[in-house]
């Protein structure tokens, strides 16, 4: 389930994740600046909100919602991000948007993804690693560990 501030507006979500607001000073005290306002406005357009700054997230369709959850992390400009099935209960259509958003990340955030759709996953990797009981099993191209006799059996059945 993403973790978002159901009863805070997209906007609100997105401005206490901004780095500067930490503090309990910071956040009592604090002032919107014209950049963290632009920053907000910046995220929401990567992750299609632009249009929902004012709805408040529990309104939020399940996609919208991870995204958000996404955005919230992009506020903190972070350099890696951790997904555990990102796309999990998103419609094909959020799916393929979701593959786009990650991809639009290349170069500025290195992405390590946990994730069972195949097809989203030969969208948006470079390496693929196959796991099999807490060990690697295959590691490559998408390509590559699809031919890879160890994970045809383990994965398909023979």
Same mark, same amino acid.
């Given at each position: 389930?993403?973790? +978002?501030?159901?009863?805070?507006?997209?906007?609100?979500?997105?401005?206490?994740?901004?780095?500067? $607001? =930490?503090?309990?000073?910071?956040?009592?005290?604090?002032?919107?600046?014209?950049?963290?306002?632009?920053?907000? #406005? +910046?995220?929401?357009?990567?992750?299609?909100?632009?249009?929902?700054?004012? +709805?408040?997230?529990?309104?939020?369709?399940?996609? $919208?919602? $991870?995204?958000?959850?996404?955005?919230?992390?992009?506020?903190?400009?972070? $350099?890696?991000?951790?997904?555990? #099935?990102?796309?999990?209960?998103?419609?094909?259509?959020? +799916?393929?948007?979701?593959?786009?958003?990650?991809?639009?990340? %290349?170069? =500025?955030?290195?992405?390590?993804?946990?994730?069972?759709?195949?097809?989203?996953?030969? %969208?948006?990797?470079? %390496?693929?690693?196959?796991?099999?009981?807490?060990?690697?099993?295959? #590691?490559?191209?998408?390509?590559?560990?699809?031919?890879? #006799?160890?994970?045809?059996?383990?994965?398909?059945? =023979?």
């Amino acid at each position: 389930n993403p973790s +978002t501030y159901e009863d805070l507006s997209v906007f609100e979500n997105l401005e206490i994740s901004h780095p500067a $607001q =930490r503090g309990i000073l910071d956040c009592l005290f604090s002032r919107r600046t014209a950049e963290v306002a632009e920053r907000i #406005e +910046t995220v929401a357009a990567e992750i299609y909100l632009t249009e929902h700054l004012r +709805t408040k997230a529990g309104l939020l369709s399940h996609g $919208q919602k $991870q995204w958000l959850e996404i955005g919230m992390l992009l506020m903190q400009e972070p $350099q890696l991000l951790l997904l555990d #099935e990102p796309v999990a209960g998103m419609t094909d259509e959020e +799916t393929m948007k979701s593959a786009d958003l990650f991809l639009s990340l %290349k170069g =500025r955030v290195s992405l390590v993804v946990v994730e069972h759709d195949m097809d989203f996953v030969a %969208k948006i990797a470079n %390496k693929v690693t196959v796991l099999h009981e807490g060990s690697v099993l295959a #590691e490559g191209s998408m390509d590559t560990v699809q031919k890879d #006799e160890r994970v045809i059996e383990v994965y398909l059945g =023979r």
